[in-house]
């Protein structure tokens, strides 16, 4: 016996979310045409930001690169097991510039070429110019692969914004008005100090203000890569996006992925929903953090036997109040590249105690989070300094690490 994991209603309400966008086809088009950078920077100007990506591009001439650290160290880069450097954190873009300052004036730190950042998809944020300004800095600019934004359904958004998904679904959904025309998603088990880490509780149909979230900031800013935070909405981006091919998710470590029995069920997910090219719109999953490089390896093993093309990742240090104080998993990542498998290695931190290396900057109103963007971007850049130590202990050990275009000539 086998369940379908979305009833034809859930299906139809999807659907017509899609069609009240335009369709995959339109959407995926519109997409593609807010990722070049000629058009960002216009819109940026446009908004306020035309001076932070101009500091920004001046700052990206500074940086080292690749080549010059393996001829420097005679290196060959020879062994099985790839590295994909990330750092997480990335919050707007006054924090991701000072990031950058501090990166140019170092000249000696290779730059990840997977950004992470946990910034509430709020009507200031993706409307404002900021995502569509740090998005022009980490993917244009600075050539990073990817660039992660994070949709969490309990951020405060317009009453108008709940009324239409209403409209085009045929939904309801449970809120608060909150005051100033704003309407919030209620939370029953907060979880956490920030709200159920501010939306991993989806009830009921809730997956639906998530997809919304994610659609609306796609077609605004040209991101194409967010964090997932919940089972249900797993199963309704695998649908969703099925033919929007430039459209991709990563799954965070907070689902539990801690064993090969919850990756299965993972890999059982992305193959009820496949797009027509045998691919699937995961791209990266976030393995937790109480497995050992054996389950790693293991987890590793089974996703290449699946034959999905998915990209397995662990944090490598971890803030202190995201997991156990001192979490150091460098030596398992060694062992992992030792086996031969590929992985990314996650920098939630740089093991060090700092001012705003804690979740709560993650959920700062965007003025608070702006007028500390210079203490938080420091916490950025010494992150960014602990992942390029360890890739290049990884390349002494000869294997190959992925960084940002930016760090290659």
Known sequence: MHFKLLNYKDLKAIDALLDSYGGSQEISKKIESMRDYATRKK???????GETLEKAEEYAKSFAKVEDFIEKNNLSLDKDGICTAQVSGFQGSPVTLECMRKVAE????????EMISVVALTEQYVHS?????????AENILGASKFCSTNLIATPLPEKRFER??????EKFERKDIGSGLSQIIMKNMGTAFGNFGGVEVGNNNH?????GVIRAALETGGSFFLNPSWSTIVAACYFAREIPNLTFKISMLLSTQNTIQLRMLMNIMKEYLRDDGTTAIYEINIGNAATAETF??????MEASGLDVSLAAHIRINPDLG???????????????????????YESDGESRPYDTMEAYF????????????????????????DKDAKEIMRRGHKVRFAEISYR
Not at 106 to 113: E, K
């Open 165 to 170: 998904i209403e409209k085009v679904t045929g």
């Open 43 to 49: 819109i940026a100007g446009e908004k306020g930001y």
């Open 208 to 212: 639906l203000v998530y997809l919304d």
């Open 324 to 346: 156990m104080e001192n979490f150091n998993w460098t030596e398992s990542a060694f062992k992992v590249f030792e086996a031969g498998r590929n992985l990314t290695i996650k």
């Open 106 to 113: 170092n000249g000696d730190v290779l730059f990840a070429t």
């Open 364 to 387: 700062l109103p965007d003025d608070e989070r702006n007028e500390k963007s210079k203490l938080i971007g420091d916490v950025i850049y010494h992150k960014c300094i602990r992942c």
């Open 297 to 302: 390896i293991q987890c590793s093993k089974e």
């Open 129 to 137: 110019g900021d995502l569509l300004s740090t998005l022009a800095m």
